[in-house]
């Protein structure tokens, strides 16, 4: 019984960028089927933004707001973003606040942004809908900068700062203490997790104080410097410190973890994006992406092969990066002093093909993933490429017939892929030594297969013995660029200059200018509802019960 045939084949030459925009494309239609939700870092689209580009310099924090905007605070003031754009932050009121060194950035759900100016009278705004709001140190004696911001699910608004915690009640921000006469216990940073537990790290260790509690207790005596601290899409929390490491701190519970997983880093910034990887920045290492944060192993060496790296050397702007932060667009963003850097997600997966590569054939792997033949046989699943088996080099034709056996042609013969290994088939005798690449393979409705050979024509294999052009009369000489078998069991060939064949059992029909073929070089065939498109260098058809129709006509220089 004939089964249908949903068979990819394809050989081109191409120059790099049309074979990357083929693959790419190829990429799209196979990952949209069944994307994961994780990628690797390099596979994601990405963009640096510098100063020519109009990105303020010393970029302190990054926050976004309900309208959209990107907020930068930077030393030399407030900034914002549309996307296209930097601009410096300009309001009707109060302008001058924004000028100067802009300390830490809190975005509320409200669409509100909190801003926390260093060496000011004024300490800290909040900006909504165009209008501003200041606020004074409660000590006008010791002031203070705010070193951070951080929200409770209740609303109450929390500052570290250099002489202490504060909390905002009304209009006044109050001192919690310990305040500059209990140095030893200075808050460098404030977070609030999702349970309303309080985190503040200070000279005296890592505290915290569970909602409803009036007493911090510790959670860390360790003494650690510049701590960033962020919750985890499971609810658990993590803290990484310049002094070289980034840790698990809490379970998904909130209960302190016992045994965690430690990355060694020097990190001034952390962030889980959407997908749950953990994005680290580091001081000199680069950026690090755990894509799975959660399952991160306690083995140092399995948990070094468990990350991804991401540095100069593949286009990051600056291996010494600060702060990580992921939009509501699901862009990710890392700040350095040399710019911005952009990852964002892409429908289109970059593959990577070996260099010069000129041919390239793809075909869908029965097992899962992508097989792609270029200099070398290639497997990909989600972007991730590993090279595979020990092929011949210049795969240059992949097919996949109806009983999902994939078939490979290259310079150097014709093989059949068999779990983990090549089963190679001998080629027809005579053929030019020069010239006998694999153009295309179909096989028949009775289990033939049909190989097209570059500048020695059609031959068909049927039990074991090679045939030129099937024993057919009038089949053409010459290669076919192109092989189909269609739903019918109808065999397709097309070739250049305005020349299609079709075999239906013994019945061999032939297509010219005459019957309507007018798109140059016949280069693509497939099947869609019952009509077969048929695709030139110079437009389409569309054949319905053998009537050719011309669907689109292209010239050189123009678009279809």
């Given at each position: 019984m004939y089964m249908r045939d949903d068979s990819k084949v394809g050989r081109r030459r191409l120059n790099a960028k049309a074979a990357r925009l083929i693959v790419l494309a190829f990429i799209l239609c196979h990952w949209c089927v069944g994307q994961s939700l994780n990628r690797p870092i390099k596979s994601l689209y990405h963009t640096r933004w510098t100063v020519r580009d109009g990105v303020p310099n010393d970029i302190v924090a990054i926050q976004q707001t309900r309208d959209g905007y990107l907020w930068l605070g930077t030393g030399e003031g407030l900034f914002r973003f549309d996307g296209v754009r930097f601009e410096r932050y300009k309001p009707s009121q109060g302008s001058e606040l924004f000028t100067g060194r802009i300390s830490a950035l809190l975005a509320t759900p409200d669409g509100g942004l909190w801003i926390a100016h260093q060496g000011r009278g004024v300490r800290a705004?909040?900006?909504?809908?165009?209008?501003?709001?200041?606020?004074?140190?409660?000590?006008?004696?010791?002031?203070?900068?705010?070193?951070?911001?951080?929200?409770?699910?209740?609303?109450?608004?929390?500052?570290?700062?250099?002489?202490?915690?504060?909390?905002?009640?009304?209009?006044?921000?109050?001192?919690?203490?310990?305040?500059?006469?209990?140095?030893?216990?200075?808050?460098?940073?404030?977070?609030?997790?999702?349970?309303?537990?309080?985190?503040?790290?200070?000279?005296?260790?890592?505290?915290?104080?569970?909602?409803?509690?009036?007493?911090?207790?510790?959670?860390?005596?360790?003494?650690?410097?510049?701590?960033?601290?962020?919750?985890?899409?499971?609810?658990?929390?993590?803290?990484?410190?310049?002094?070289?490491?980034?840790?698990?701190?809490?379970?998904?519970?909130g209960s302190l973890a016992t045994e965690h997983p430690l990355v060694v880093a020097k990190s001034l910034g952390i962030a889980f994006t959407h997908d749950g990887a953990l994005w680290i920045a580091t001081v000199g290492d680069g950026l690090l992406r755990a894509p799975f944060a959660n399952q991160l192993p306690v083995d140092r060496k399995t948990l070094e092969d468990a990350l991804e790296r991401y540095t100069e050397r593949d286009g990051l702007l600056n291996d010494f990066s600060g702060t990580v932060f992921e939009d509501r667009e699901k862009n990710v963003w890392v700040t350095s002093s040399r710019g911005l850097d952009q990852f964002r997600w892409s429908k289109l997966i970059p593959i990577e093909l070996s260099h010069g590569a000129t041919y390239i054939s793809m075909v869908d792997d029965p097992s899962g993933g992508l097989i792609v033949g270029s200099e070398s046989l290639m497997h990909t699943?989600?972007?991730?490429?590993?090279?595979?088996?020990?092929?011949?080099?210049?795969?240059?034709?992949?097919?996949?017939?109806?009983?999902?056996?994939?078939?490979?042609?290259?310079?150097?013969?014709?093989?059949?892929?068999?779990?983990?290994?090549?089963?190679?088939?001998?080629?027809?005798?005579?053929?030019?030594?020069?010239?006998?690449?694999?153009?295309?393979?179909?096989?028949d409705r009775s289990g033939s297969l049909w190989v097209s050979f570059d500048r020695n024509g059609v031959y068909r294999l049927e039990a074991g013995s090679w045939t030129r052009s099937g024993g057919l009369l009038n089949l053409p000489d010459g290669p076919a660029l192109i092989e189909r078998t269609d739903a019918k069991g109808r065999t397709w060939f097309g070739y250049k200059d305005n020349l299609l064949a079709m075999l239906d059992g013994i019945k061999l029909s032939l297509f010219t200018t005459q019957q309507g073929v007018d798109i140059g070089n016949v280069i693509s065939i497939n099947e869609r509802g019952g009509r077969i498109w048929i695709g030139?260098?110079?437009?389409?058809?569309?054949?319905?019960m053998y009537n050719m129709t011309l669907i689109a006509h292209a010239f050189l220089g123009s678009s279809v």
């Open positions: 705004s909040f900006l909504k809908n165009g209008e501003v709001k200041s606020y004074a140190s409660p000590d006008p004696v010791h002031p203070g900068n705010i070193l951070a911001f951080a929200q409770s699910p209740d609303g109450t608004m929390w500052a570290a700062t250099d002489y202490g915690r504060e909390r905002l009640e009304g209009a006044y921000w109050i001192d919690e203490g310990p305040h500059y006469y209990h140095a030893s216990s200075y808050p460098e940073t404030v977070f609030v997790d999702h349970r309303g537990t309080l985190w503040s790290n200070t000279r005296t260790g890592l505290l915290y104080r569970p909602a409803g509690q009036s007493q911090f207790q510790t959670a860390d005596a360790s003494i650690s410097e510049n701590v960033d601290i962020t919750e985890a899409p499971d609810g658990s929390v993590w803290m990484a410190s310049i002094r070289g490491w980034v840790r698990k701190v809490t379970g998904p519970d699943v989600d972007g991730i490429v590993t090279r595979v088996f020990s092929p011949p080099s210049r795969v240059e034709c992949a097919y996949r017939d109806p009983f999902d056996r994939v078939w490979l042609g290259g310079v150097d013969g014709l093989w059949r892929l068999s779990g983990d290994h090549l089963v190679a088939y001998p080629l027809p005798r005579g053929l030019t030594p020069s010239g006998h690449n694999v153009q295309a393979i179909t096989l030139g260098d110079k437009g389409l058809l569309n054949n319905n």
